[in-house]
């Protein structure tokens, strides 16, 4: 059963505007969240992160949310450019799963120039 | 720096064949994963060794086996492929802070099998 859900499989968004990328989780045991960011033949890369003491994170462009009570987390870029075309995963973990992190299926960002 | 290499990048094999796909990595992590990545299925956990000497099922593990050979290498291995373990692989590390699991994964960049 998935426990990490990205329902959009793919979000086309013109350069210089937000995009938006979702993520919803069942288990409320977890306590720590991670987006990553795909490339076509590359293992993902990190891209930014948030405890769930927290409700935002920012890096740069990229901002993390959390609402624990919707159990839902989004991934704002702003402004959007065309090298921030992949595909975005989310994961949560907790202390409670070990060393496991579980992941979402994934949403394809295309920024149009 | 390397960071998590593994090998090869791309096999074919023959259904009832066998093969280990190979992960190193030299960050001095304490975790490593074996992932498999499948279209609308996201990433999924096969096994994981949270230190050296010790490894546990993740989400899929039927079908395969690993070995934590030391602290830098983790291998997967198929017994007897079949064609539903075409996919592709991924090998991660990780550090856990201190008590806490808040380390990052760090990817290798994939092994692409087809098992016909």
């Known amino acids: 059963d998935q426990q990490v859900k990205q329902n959009s499989p793919s979000l086309s968004v013109q350069e210089g505007r937000i995009s938006i990328l979702n993520c919803d989780y069942t288990n409320s045991m977890f306590d720590y969240f991670l987006w990553y960011k795909k490339y076509p033949a590359e293992g993902p890369t990190f891209l930014i992160s948030i405890s769930s003491i927290k409700d935002k994170n920012e890096d740069g462009r990229f901002t993390v949310f959390l609402n624990k009570s919707a159990k839902h987390l989004s991934l704002h870029i702003v402004p959007s450019q065309p090298g921030d075309s992949a595909v975005y995963f989310c994961a949560a973990s907790s202390a409670n799963t070990g060393n496991q992190f579980y992941f979402g299926t994934g949403t394809s960002l295309t920024v149009i120039p | 720096n390397a960071g998590v290499t593994q090998t090869p990048k791309f096999q074919v094999l023959k259904t009832g064949q066998s093969m280990t796909l190979q992960c190193a990595q030299d960050m001095n992590h304490n975790s490593m994963y074996w992932y498999r990545q499948d279209p609308g299925m996201g990433l999924r956990l096969i096994y994981y060794?949270?230190?050296?000497?010790?490894?546990d099922k993740g989400e899929v593990p039927n079908g395969y086996n690993v070995s934590r050979l030391n602290k830098r290498e983790f291998s997967l291995r198929l017994e007897s492929a079949a064609p539903s373990q075409t996919s592709v692989y991924f090998c991660?590390?990780?550090?856990?802070?201190?008590?806490?699991?808040?380390?990052?994964?760090?990817f290798g960049e994939g092994s692409r099998l087809t098992v016909l």
């Open positions: 060794s949270a230190s050296e000497g010790t490894t």
């Open positions: 991660a590390s990780s550090v856990p802070s201190g008590g806490l699991l808040t380390g990052e994964l760090f």
